[in-house]
């Protein structure tokens, strides 16, 4: 968990960047305060899906897992839209340009969170192998896979 509050907290601070840098075109000025908005909102929503995430796979409960899966779709699915929504009803933006930043939130974030899971999901099905057949040729892949998986992920 703390890894994936550095990759997170790494991943505000290149959006930021990005987002304060894109204010200053003038064709796609005025979605600043919708992107960072959209980012609180998504951070939160990935922090806690991760948490349970963590939970479902250390407790091996696959059902609730992919039904965790299918909850988040449903909540970021709705998020997506009701944020810009409430956004524009509120501020009344004079173009339509200011949706730009809060896609590319929304794009960099489901990335993010599409390749936290899918390492999650291949720690998993390793743990799982693991769990049934442990012997000692199994013991010398498990070695063999965290090397290479640390290697490969982390440097």
């Given at each position: 968990?703390?890894?994936?509050?550095?990759?997170?907290?790494?991943?505000?601070?290149?959006?930021?960047?990005?987002?304060?840098?894109?204010?200053?075109?003038?064709?796609?000025?005025?979605?600043?305060?919708?992107?960072?908005?959209?980012?609180?909102?998504?951070?939160?929503i990935n922090i806690l899906f991760v948490?349970?995430?963590?939970?479902?796979?250390?407790?091996?409960?696959?059902?609730?897992?992919?039904?965790?899966?299918?909850?988040?779709?449903?909540?970021?699915?709705?998020?997506?839209?009701?944020?810009?929504?409430?956004?524009?009803?509120?501020?009344?933006?004079?173009?339509?340009?200011?949706?730009?930043?809060?896609?590319?939130?929304?794009?960099?974030?489901?990335?993010?969170?599409?390749?936290?899971?899918?390492?999650?999901?291949?720690?998993?099905?390793?743990?799982?192998?693991?769990?049934?057949?442990?012997?000692?040729?199994?013991?010398?892949?498990?070695?063999?896979?965290?090397?290479?998986?640390?290697?490969?992920?982390?440097?």
């Amino acid at each position: 968990f703390p890894r994936f509050l550095t990759y997170l907290f790494s991943l505000i601070l290149i959006l930021l960047g990005i987002i304060n840098g894109l204010d200053h075109y003038e064709i796609i000025t005025g979605g600043k305060t919708l992107a960072e908005i959209s980012i609180v909102v998504f951070a939160i929503i990935n922090i806690l899906f991760v948490l349970l995430a963590a939970f479902f796979s250390e407790r091996s409960d696959d059902k609730n897992y992919l039904n965790l899966v299918f909850l988040n779709f449903i909540v970021k699915f709705v998020v997506v839209l009701i944020i810009p929504f409430i956004y524009y009803q509120q501020v009344k933006p004079e173009s339509s340009n200011f949706i730009v930043p809060y896609i590319i939130v929304y794009v960099v974030f489901t990335i993010f969170e599409t390749w936290f899971l899918s390492k999650k999901v291949k720690m998993r099905k390793h743990k799982w192998y693991s769990s049934f057949f442990p012997n000692e040729n199994n013991i010398i892949k498990n070695r063999r896979f965290n090397f290479y998986w640390n290697r490969a992920n982390f440097g």
